[in-house]
């Protein structure tokens, strides 16, 4: 993957192409694993891939650009994140306008989902979409969001148990 950004970092915008095929599921959920809302999270993905064709170098010049790629997600859902909680303001239809592309995230479309969201913390519900869903390796998800992997481990079993728990209707 190394070598579509380099090629992308020296003018080649089918490189773009081919990195957005090969990355755009895991850097939306990284996304929105972090502001929990669909729109939201494509819009921040799109910002991040504006990022890559802004200041393609950075990338290609990183020791491991596709890691770079995800630092970036992350860092855009975590702005996004920090400034929506400064915002008070009303939503009133989630689910307006929605893109032709909403196939391509179908796992938002599972109760389950949608349960996990209300039921969990958000570490948790952020773990559980970037193993689970983005299939990240605990490893992955550790370096990700500043964890030890068996920290990753125990969040993601603990919150696998609370999902249970509640989907057996024992809470």
Same mark, same amino acid.
């Given at each position: 993957m190394k070598k579509e950004f380099v090629q992308l970092s020296?003018?080649?915008?089918?490189?773009?192409?081919?990195?957005y095929k090969e990355t755009k599921k895991r850097v939306f959920y990284i996304v929105y694993s972090i502001?929990? +809302?669909?729109?939201?999270?494509? *819009?921040?993905?799109?910002?991040?891939?504006?990022? =890559?064709? #802004?200041?393609?170098?950075?990338?290609?010049?990183s020791m491991n650009p596709l890691g770079y790629l995800y630092v970036t997600a992350k860092n855009v859902g975590l702005n996004s994140h920090k400034k929506?909680?400064?915002?008070?303001?009303?939503?009133?239809?989630?689910?307006?306008?929605?893109? +032709?592309?909403?196939?391509?995230? *179908?796992?938002?479309?599972?109760?389950?989902?949608? =349960?996990? #969201?209300?039921v969990l913390e958000p570490d948790e519900f952020q773990i559980i979409t970037l193993c689970d869903v983005a299939d990240f390796k605990r490893r992955e998800v550790a370096k990700m969001l500043d964890l030890s992997t068996s920290?990753?481990?125990?969040?993601?079993?603990?919150?696998?148990?609370?999902?249970?728990?509640?989907l057996?209707?024992?809470?």
């Open positions: 020296k003018g080649n915008k089918l490189a773009f192409d081919t990195i502001v929990r +809302n669909y729109e939201t999270a494509e *819009e921040l993905m799109d910002d991040v891939y504006v990022k =890559l064709l #802004k200041n393609p170098e950075q990338f290609a010049n929506s909680n400064r915002i008070v303001f009303e939503n009133i239809d989630d689910h307006a306008n929605l893109h +032709n592309h909403r196939d391509d995230f *179908e796992a938002l479309h599972v109760p389950i989902f949608e =349960l996990a #969201k209300k920290g990753v481990t125990y969040k993601r079993e603990m919150a696998l148990k609370k999902l249970k728990k509640v057996e209707g024992n809470q």
